[in-house]
T-cell receptor, first 111, second 117 residues
Framework: GENVEQHPSTLSVQEGDSAVIKCTYS??????FPWYKQELGKGPQLIIDIRSNVGEKKDQRIAVTLNKTAKHFSLHITETQPEDSAVYFCAAPNYGQNFVFGPGTRLSVLP | EPEVTQTPSHQVTQMGQEVILRCVPISNHLYFYWYRQILGQKVEFLVSFYNNEISEKSEIFDDQFSVERPDGSNFTLKIRSTKLEDSAMYFC???????????????FGQGTRLTVV
């Protein structure tokens, strides 16, 4: 099945700086890649996703880039704010209807 | 904004007891899922459900687990005889059409924290 790796496992940035989280996947047939944000005690919340027919997608301060050849995709957060502090998970499809999640990145935005 | 709701938010049970976790998916969604997250670890797929039957399950979803859609709105996960290692956050999710490779996002509930003592 699909295997998803995610780096770094923890990331601390100063408020206003950018944060980048990278994921790699193993199945070249995968065609949809969501990013989830999980705040303490809450469920994962979809923040952005990308389909394999595009290389980049942006939504305000958040962007995702996809490199199908290298099988990796990255989350970019610009102008980070304290409320961006959370655990971020990438995911990729696992053949059927479910997702395989990466191990997560704990982002801390320091004021 | 429509959301997936789960009850209870926290369940404590004794080892060997049966528990039922409840979920109300988003009303026009057709695919339903249960995922599990052991403390500090990643989210893991358990089972997907469509048209009143299981469509996929992982190796975690063994005979002690079952799912049911008893009426038009609820979706339940039953753990027959709980073990200490079942302690985790259990998330219900739903999608309007097939998720995963079909490229449709799944929306997650807030989760039920199950503690087996």
């Amino acid at each position: 099945g699909e295997n998803v790796e995610q780096h770094p496992s923890t990331l601390s940035v100063q408020e206003g700086d950018s944060a980048v989280i990278k994921c790699t996947y193993s199945d070249s047939a995968s065609n949809y890649f969501p990013w989830y944000k999980q705040e303490l005690g809450k469920g994962p919340q979809l923040i952005i996703d990308i389909r394999s027919n595009v290389g980049e997608k942006k939504d305000q301060r958040i962007a995702v880039t996809l490199n199908k050849t290298a099988k990796h995709f990255s989350l970019h957060i610009t102008e980070t704010q304290p409320e961006d502090s959370a655990v971020y998970f990438c995911a990729a499809p696992n053949y059927g209807q479910n997702f395989v999640f990466g191990p997560g990145t704990r982002l801390s935005v320091l004021p | 904004e429509p959301e997936v709701t789960q009850t209870p938010s926290h369940q404590v049970t004794q080892m060997g007891q049966e528990v039922i976790l409840r979920c109300v998916p988003i009303s026009n969604h057709l695919y339903f899922y249960w995922y599990r997250q052991i403390l500090g670890q990643k989210v893991e797929f358990l089972v997907s459900f469509y048209n009143n039957e299981i469509s996929e399950k992982s190796e975690i979803f063994d005979d002690q687990f079952s799912v049911e859609r008893p009426d038009g709105s609820n979706f339940t996960l039953k753990i027959r005889s709980t073990k200490l290692e079942d302690s985790a956050m259990y998330f219900c999710a739903s999608s309007v059409i097939q998720g995963g490779q079909a490229g449709t996002e799944a929306f997650f509930g807030q989760g039920t924290r199950l503690t087996v003592v």
